[in-house]
C-alpha cells in the first residue's frame, strides 16, 4: 500500500483530541511525550491536533481499555456524548452531542442527528446502528454540525469507525474473555500473507478475516414461567477486507461485515402510574380499589352477572396487587422481573464497502490529487417481540389475572350505565368486553415487529494540495428503502389487535467543497477555512393500517401516500491562528441540516427539516515537551425546527409521534486534559457543559370546545446532562522479564437528565403535562489489570483482570411515560460486572 505523504502542519480549528487515555506505552512518543493520533475527519488524513474540528480519537488500545464494541458504548464516555438504547429493541441507540438528540432509534422514519460512518459508508437509520464490529482499528467522534463534509443528518455531530486493514504479512491475534453472569467472549482476527507484487501483473493482494462473539446469561430473573431472564447478550460480529494494490498509485479495498443479535431485551421496570383524570386528583391504584369496592356491591345483588364474583374481582385483586407491589419497590434496579411475554430481538445485518483510490500525483495548477471513490451497500432485518413493562397480566385457567387497569376501569363503567340489565346472564357491553378479553388477553403491553431496510450509497472525492491550498471536492448519492410490519397491542383488549405497516425511501444526493487557505499572512501562522455543501432529497411513503377489531367496533382500513422533497445548502467557515509552535487557535461557524420526512409509526405524520448554526471558539495545546495535552472550546448554536419524539397512542399501539418542537438557543464548553507527570503514567480528564433548553415549544391543545391549550415552553426539558466528567489513568507498575504489570482505570460521572422534552396526553379532552422521570446521576468506575507482552512463541501473551461499575451504581438509561395508559417504566444500566482475559498477539 503507498505511503500516505506526509502533511504540512496548518493552524487549523480546536481539535478537541483526549487520546482517551490510550495504553501507557502507546499513548508515550520517544522521550515521554504524548503521541498524536492520525484522523481522516477530512477526509485526508492528518493528526488530530491540525484538523479543524472539535474531535476525540479513540486508537485500538484506548477501545480496547474502554471496551467498546459499538456506538452504544461510547455513551457517557467522552466529553458530550449521551444519548439511550430503545427499550425493548437492542442494537437500536441514540446518540446525542452537545444536547442535540437523535430521538427514538427504533423508528424507521427518524433519520438520525449523529451521522455514523462504517469505513466512509453512512449508516442511514438508528435501527440496528450499535450492532457489534469486528477488530475496529479507531473510532474519531466530531462534535458540532458537520453540515459540509457529513451533509444531512449530521446536525449534532459524526461518528467515524475505522476497521483494520489487512497487513500483508501472516498475523493472528485471539481473545477469550471470562466473567460473572457466564459471560463468554472470544475474538479471533487474521491476517494472510499477501500475494502477488505492486506495479506487477495483477499487482498486489492482501486479505484479513475477523470474527467475535459475545455471550452472558440473564442479568435479572423472569419470575414468570417459562420465559427467559432479561438482558442477556448473545452477539456476533464476521468481517473480511481485502486489499488489491495495483500499482503504487491505485489500490482498491474492499470489506465485507456481518452483524447478528439474537437476544432477550432489558427488564422494562415500572416504577410508577400516571393519575386517571386530567387534574390529576385520582391515582390509578385508588380507581381500581374504589372500583373493587363497587364490584363487590355489584356482585351481592340478586341476579348479576357470575362473571363479576368469578372472574373480576379476583382480577382486581390481583391487579391491586402488582400495582402496590410496583408502588413498593420504586426505583432502583429490581433483581427480577414479570412478563406476559419475554421481550426479544433478532437482528441481522450485512454490509459491503468497495472503496478505490488513485493518486494521480501532480496535475499542473490542481497540485498533488487524489481521486477517490466509496460505493456502500448494507441491509437490515430486524424482528422485535414482547413486552415493554413488567406486569404478569397472563389468564390462568380460569380467565385471571392482573388486567390492565383500564380494562378494569372499562368494566366498571360499562357495569355501572347496565345496572338496569343486571337481571339478565349480561349486559351487551360487558359481553363484548368479556369476548375481547378471553380473544386478545388482558395485558399491557406487547410488541411485534418486522423491520427491513436497504440503502446504496456513492460517493466520490477530488483531495488535492497544492503550497497554499488544500481542498476536497465531491459528489454523493444515496437511497434506501424501508419496510415496517407492525402488530402491536397495548391495553389489551381495549385498543384490538391493529396492524401499522408502512413503506418508506430516500432519495438524496449532494455536491459539496472545502478548501483551507494559508495565505503566508502574520508569518504563515493564519489559515482560512470555508466549505460549502447543498442537498436535494425526496422522501416518500405509503402508510397502510390494517382494520383493527375492538371489543366495541371495528376501525376501518387506512392507506394514504405521501411524497416531499427537501433542498438544504449548508456552510462552515473556519479562521485558525498558531500563536506558538505547540498552540493553535480557532474561530469557527458551521450550520448543520436534519432532513423533514413522514413517520410512519402514526398515520399521516409528516414533519419539517430541522437546522442548526453554530460558532465555536477554541484552543489547542501542547505544553512541557509535549507531556502536557490542553484542549478546550466554547460554543454556542441556535436549533431551529427541532425534531422531537413523544410517546402517543394511536391504532392500539404506543408509537413515538415526531413533531417540530420550535427553537433552542444553547450554549456549553469542553475542557479536555492528558499528562503524563512521569515516564511511566498517563492522566486524563475532560469536562463538558450544556446550557439551555427550549426557548419555544408547540402549545399542548385539548379537543373540548372551546380547546384548552397549555403552554410548554416552560416545561420542555432538553434530554442530555448539563454536567459531565471524565477521569482516567494509565500505569506501568513494574516491567519484568515475564512481562510488564500495567492497570488502567476509568471513572465517567454525569449529572441528572431528563428522558424526553415532554410526556404528555389528553384525556376526556383537556391536555395533561405529566412530570418528568429524572434520570439519575451516575458515576460509573472500569478497571483493567494487565500482565501483558509475555513472550510465547513468536508473539506475546496478555493476560487482564477486568472489571466493570465495580461501586454498583444503580443508574437508570431511560423512561418511558405511558401517558394515559397509565404506566411509567425504567430501565438500568448493568450492575457490577467482571472477570479474566487472555489475549494472544501473534
Known amino acids: ?70 456506538t452504544e458504548d461510547l455513551i457517557g464516555q467522552l466529553p458530550g456524548v449521551g444519548g439511550f438504547s430503545a427499550p425493548g429493541s437492542r442494537g437500536a441507540t441514540s446518540l446525542a452531542m452537545r444536547g442535540v438528540s437523535g430521538g427514538s432509534p427504533a423508528n424507521l422514519s427518524l433519520d438520525p442527528a449523529v451521522a455514523q460512518y462504517l469505513d466512509g459508508v453512512y449508516i442511514g437509520k438508528l435501527i440496528g446502528s450499535s450492532m457489534d464490529v469486528a477488530e475496529i482499528e479507531r473510532i474519531e467522534v466530531l462534535r458540532g ?38 459471560f463468554r467472549e472470544f475474538k479471533l482476527n487474521m491476517d494472510l500473507p499477501s500475494v502477488g507484487t505492486v506495479g506487477q501483473g495483477l499487482g498486489e493482494v492482501a486479505a484479513s478475516v475477523g470474527y467475535q462473539t459475545r455471550l452472558r446469561d440473564g442479568i435479572y430473573d423472569n419470575d414468570s414461567p417459562g420465559g427467559g431472564d432479561f438482558d442477556e447478550l448473545d452477539r456476533q460480529a464476521w468481517r473480511a477486507a481485502i486489499n488489491w494494490n495495483i500499482t503504487d498509485r491505485l489500490y482498491v479495498d474492499y470489506i465485507y461485515d456481518h452483524s447478528e443479535l439474537d437476544e432477550n431485551g432489558s427488564l422494562q421496570q415500572v416504577v410508577g402510574f400516571t393519575p386517571v383524570d386530567a387534574a390529576g386528583n385520582v391515582s390509578r391504584l385508588q380507581a381500581l380499589q374504589g372500583t373493587l369496592a363497587a364490584a363487590q356491591g355489584w356482585a351481592a345483588m340478586p341476579g348479576a352477572d357470575p362473571r363479576i364474583g368469578q372472574r373480576w374481582i379476583p382480577s382486581l385483586q390481583q391487579t391491586i396487587g402488582a400495582y402496590q407491589n410496583a408502588l413498593a419497590r420504586g426505583e432502583g434496579r429490581a433483581d427480577d422481573g414479570l412478563a406476559d411475554f419475554t421481550p426479544t430481538s433478532n437482528n441481522d445485518i450485512d454490509g459491503h464497502n468497495l472503496t478505490v483510490t488513485w493518486d494521480a500525483g501532480e496535475l499542473g495548477a490542481l497540485g498533488e490529487v487524489t481521486f477517490k471513490s466509496i460505493t456502500g451497500y448494507r441491509e437490515l432485518e430486524t424482528t422485535v417481540f414482547g413486552d415493554i ?106 385498543n384490538g389487535d391493529g396492524a401499522q405497516f408502512y413503506d418508506n425511501t430516500t432519495d438524496a444526493w449532494a455536491g459539496f467543497a472545502q478548501a483551507t487557505w494559508t495565505p503566508g499572512w502574520l508569518d504563515e501562522r493564519l489559515s482560512l477555512t470555508a466549505g460549502i455543501r447543498y442537498t436535494e432529497e425526496e422522501k416518500s411513503i405509503d402508510y397502510d393500517y390494517k382494520e383493527n377489531v375492538t371489543p366495541f367496533g371495528v376501525q376501518p382500513a387506512r392507506a394514504v401516500s405521501r411524497e416531499e422533497s427537501f433542498y438544504n445548502t449548508s456552510g462552515t467557515f473556519t479562521v485558525a491562528f498558531q500563536a506558538t509552535e505547540g498552540i493553535n487557535t480557532f474561530l469557527r461557524y458551521a450550520t448543520g441540516y436534519r432532513s423533514g420526512g413522514f413517520n410512519g409509526e402514526v398515520f399521516d405524520n409528516p414533519y419539517d427539516e430541522e437546522t442548526i448554526e453554530q460558532l465555536e471558539i477554541g484552543i489547542k495545546s501542547d505544553w512541557w515537551d509535549r507531556r502536557l495535552r490542553i484542549n ?123 428522558e424526553a422534552a415532554l410526556w404528555t396526553a389528553v384525556i376526556e379532552g383537556e391536555p395533561v403535562i405529566y412530570d418528568h422521570q429524572v434520570m439519575d446521576e451516575r458515576t460509573v468506575v472500569d478497571a483493567r489489570l494487565n500482565l501483558e507482552n509475555i513472550p510465547l512463541g513468536n508473539g506475546s501473551l496478555r493476560i487482564t483482570a477486568w472489571g466493570k461499575n465495580l461501586t454498583d451504581d444503580d443508574y437508570p438509561t431511560f423512561a418511558i411515560n405511558f401517558g394515559s395508559l397509565g404506566l411509567i417504566a425504567e430501565q438500568y444500566g448493568p450492575p457490577r460486572t467482571y472477570g479474566l482475559e487472555v489475549s494472544y498477539d501473534y
Open 145 to 182: 454540525p458537520q453540515g459540509t463534509l457529513y451533509g444531512r443528518n449530521s446536525t449534532a455531530g459524526a461518528v467515524n469507525v475505522i476497521t483494520r486493514k489487512p497487513s500483508g504479512e501472516f498475523g493472528l491475534r485471539a481473545t477469550a474473555r471470562a466473567g460473572n453472569y457466564n
Open 389 to 494: 413493562e413488567d406486569l404478569d397480566s397472563r389468564l390462568d385457567a380460569n380467565g385471571v389475572g392482573a388486567y390492565s387497569d383500564l380494562a378494569h376501569l372499562t368494566m366498571a363503567q360499562i357495569y355501572g350505565a347496565e345496572l338496569g340489565f343486571l337481571g339478565t346472564p349480561s349486559g351487551a357491553f360487558a359481553g363484548m368486553l368479556w369476548d375481547g378479553i378471553d380473544g386478545i388477553g388482558a395485558f399491557h403491553s406487547k410488541q411485534n415487529t418486522f423491520t427491513g431496510y436497504e440503502q446504496f450509497s456513492q460517493e466520490l472525492q477530488v483531495i488535492g494540495s497544492t503550497d497554499r491550498l488544500e481542498y476536497v471536492l465531491g459528489a454523493y448519492y444515496f437511497e434506501d428503502e424501508g419496510e415496517y410490519r407492525r402488530r402491536a397491542i397495548f391495553a389489551a383488549p381495549l
Open 1 to 70: 500500500m503507498q505511503t500516505p505523504k506526509t502533511l504540512s502542519p496548518r493552524p487549523l480549528a480546536l481539535a478537541i483530541s483526549l487520546l482517551a487515555a490510550p495504553c501507557a506505552l502507546p499513548a508515550l512518543a520517544q522521550g515521554g511525550a504524548l503521541e498524536e493520533v492520525v484522523v481522516t475527519a477530512q477526509k485526508r488524513e492528518e493528526s488530530s491536533q491540525d484538523t479543524p474540528i472539535s474531535i476525540s480519537a479513540l486508537s485500538a488500545s484506548a477501545i480496547e481499555n474502554r471496551d467498546i464494541r459499538n
Open 632 to 754: 478546550g472550546s466554547l460554543y454556542t448554536y441556535t436549533y431551529e425546527d427541532l425534531q422531537v419524539s413523544q410517546i402517543k397512542t394511536d391504532g392500539g399501539a404506543a408509537t413515538s409521534l415526531i413533531t417540530n418542537s420550535g427553537e433552542a438557543d444553547r450554549w456549553g464548553g469542553e475542557l479536555e486534559l492528558l499528562v503524563a507527570p512521569i515516564e511511566d503514567l498517563v492522566l486524563g480528564l475532560s469536562y463538558s457543559y450544556i446550557h439551555g433548553d427550549f426557548e419555544k415549544f408547540p402549545d399542548l391543545c385539548g379537543t373540548n370546545e372551546p380547546a384548552t391549550c397549555l403552554q410548554t415552553s416552560n416545561v420542555a426539558r432538553r434530554s442530555t446532562p448539563n454536567n459531565q466528567l471524565n477521569l482516567t489513568a494509565d500505569y506501568v507498575f513494574a516491567r519484568t522479564r515475564f512481562g510488564d504489570i500495567t492497570g488502567y482505570v476509568q471513572a465517567n460521572w454525569q449529572d441528572q437528565w431528563y
